[in-house]
């Protein structure tokens, strides 16, 4: 058993047994990590460079991590206060790194593309930690690997996409993950945040209702205002946004049945997602993040383990 | 006569292809059964009322043969609780990323402490040795053992690549690396017995 890809680009590029053999995997990996000593020697021989053009807190922690946890080396690398600022390219920056006999790239670019880009330019496997407004794969899989294991499967649920699907990278990346799984999925927030087209190319349901949007699903994942990416004004205000879109306890009660809620963070607090309702029981938010370290380690262990002449 | 000539290179070719397929029965169920029964009252000699000692089956072979082990000694001794786990030893591997196949692992389940106890591995065969070492490294991540001992079926002798020796040996075999050793379970193929094809 093996992935059927080289890197992890995007869930785009990923069939059904390639998401169900990593959350398998990942399974006996948060076996490991409830363990007195929660490392494995898998990786020893392995190094891995972490590239972060872009800010990360969760995600790069996580994948350190899995890294560590693994038994690999790891190098750690952010764009602010390296050559990229004195101009150099990207392909001459990885080329730099991985001559120093690097075996694998997790990177995280601003421009989407980036690492599909570097793939058909170097040897060893990518995998993508965010790639500008285009995919975030192992988001993704953590957010359905957290519904999984709290609802049992993800196959005939509904989940509910919420707030700026334009900008969101993980939206694209749950929607591809979770129709693929079998799930329904709607997206919901302002016109101005949702793509036009988007029910036809993705075939998903569109809401402009939040409340129409909580009382069908059984998941609700909330995403952050990615005010850094709006160029234009898109809404008048964050408050009129919380006003209309914001998730909070008062919402929640009204609803007829209990829902289940998610956010990839960082949270906005009192924006989309209101304190008592990120801290409270529905709240799986602390979850996806323990499950993310697992999710990454079955991801490395897979993509490591390839045949050597397979990669390429 | 001179057809016979012709053909008989064939027919020693196809006589031997057949030799060297046909399977050999080792043990076959009722000797499975015995062999289980002997080393569990073995196992029942060297520790007794298994208060300092805990069994591990190995994933995903040997938990068959541990699993028949388990059930066997609380037949023998009633009322006695006996430690008893399956470990995973995939990500401890020597041969990741050497040219074999990716392995998939399997769940372990150790939900007691094994500081200071005495481990029993048990395993189906022992071949190479690797399997086991991946296991002493494995065991090591829950705790530190006072004593560890190896139990296996079938002991193949001549082809170990670790200094590794079974402490408790169902039936030691002597097969040249071409040859496969099978071992047949009721509960997933159907009937228990040791083949060698």
């Not at chain 1, 920056?93 to 601003?110: E, Y």
């Not at chain 1, 957290?146 to 993980?170: F, N, P, Q, T, W």
């Not at chain 2, 008893?84 to 990741?96: K, N």
Request: net charge neutral.
């Amino acid at each position: 058993m093996s992935l059927s890809v080289n890197h992890l680009l995007g869930i785009r590029n990923l069939k059904r047994q390639d998401i169900e053999l990593i959350f398998q995997t990942a399974d006996t990996f948060k076996g490991v990590l409830q363990r007195p000593i929660k490392k494995v020697p898998t990786l020893r021989d392995t190094t891995i460079v972490n590239l972060f053009f872009e800010n990360s807190t969760r995600t790069r922690i996580s994948f350190e991590l899995a890294e560590k946890r693994l038994g690999a080396d790891v190098v750690n690398f952010s764009a602010s206060g390296s050559s990229v600022s004195k101009g150099e390219t990207l392909i001459d920056t990885v080329n730099n790194i991985l001559s120093m006999k690097v075996d694998m790239v997790v990177m995280r670019h601003s421009a989407s593309g980036a690492p599909h880009f570097l793939s058909k330019h170097i040897q060893v496997p990518i995998v993508n930690a965010g790639d500008g407004i285009n995919e975030h794969p192992t988001q993704a899989l953590l957010d359905a690997f957290s519904i999984r294991e709290r609802l049992g499967s993800v196959e005939g649920k509904k989940v509910a996409i919420c707030g700026d699907i334009m900008h969101s990278r993980v939206a694209l990346s749950n929607i591809y993950c979770l129709r693929e799984l079998g799930a329904e999925v709607t997206v919901v927030g302002p016109p101005t945040l949702i793509p036009k087209h988007m029910a036809e190319a993705l075939g998903v349901n569109v809401s402009y209702n939040i409340r129409e949007a909580l009382e069908w699903c059984d998941v609700a994942n909330v995403l952050r205002i990615q005010l850094e990416r709006q160029n234009t004004p898109l809404f008048s205000s964050l408050r009129e946004y919380s006003l209309a879109y914001g998730v909070n306890r008062a919402l929640l009660d009204s609803l007829k049945k209990d829902i289940v809620i998610m956010h990839p963070g960082p949270i906005n607090r009192g924006v989309e997602l209101s304190s008592d309702v990120a801290d409270s029981g529905h709240s799986i938010i602390l979850n996806q993040v323990e499950n993310g370290v697992a999710i990454r380690m079955a991801v490395l262990y897979l993509l490591a383990g390839k045949k050597p002449e397979q990669v390429g | 006569m001179v057809c016979n000539k012709l053909l008989s290179p064939v027919i020693n070719h196809y006589f031997w292809r057949l030799k060297l397929h046909t399977l050999k029965t080792i043990l076959n169920g009722t000797q499975v059964a015995i062999t289980v029964d002997r080393l569990c009252h073995q196992l029942i000699e060297n520790h007794l009322d298994f208060s300092q000692t805990v069994l591990i089956g190995l994933q995903p072979r040997g938990i068959f043969l541990a699993d028949r082990i388990y059930r066997t000694l609380k037949k023998l001794l009633p009322g006695v609780h006996i430690n008893y786990g399956r470990l995973d030893i995939t990500f401890y591997r020597d041969d990741f990323n050497k040219g074999t196949q990716l392995h998939v692992p399997n769940e372990t389940a150790i939900d007691f402490s094994i500081e200071n106890k005495k481990v029993v591995l048990m395993d189906d065969v022992l071949y190479t040795g690797r399997t086991t070492r991946s296991a002493l490294d494995a065991m090591l991540d829950f705790g530190r053992p006072s004593a560890v001992e190896l139990l296996v079926l079938i002991d193949r002798r001549f082809t170990r690549q670790l200094p590794i020796q079974a402490d408790y040996t169902g039936r030691t075999i002597d097969a040249i690396i071409s040859e496969k050793v099978k071992v047949l379970w009721k509960e997933r193929d159907g009937k228990d017995e040791v083949i060698i094809e």
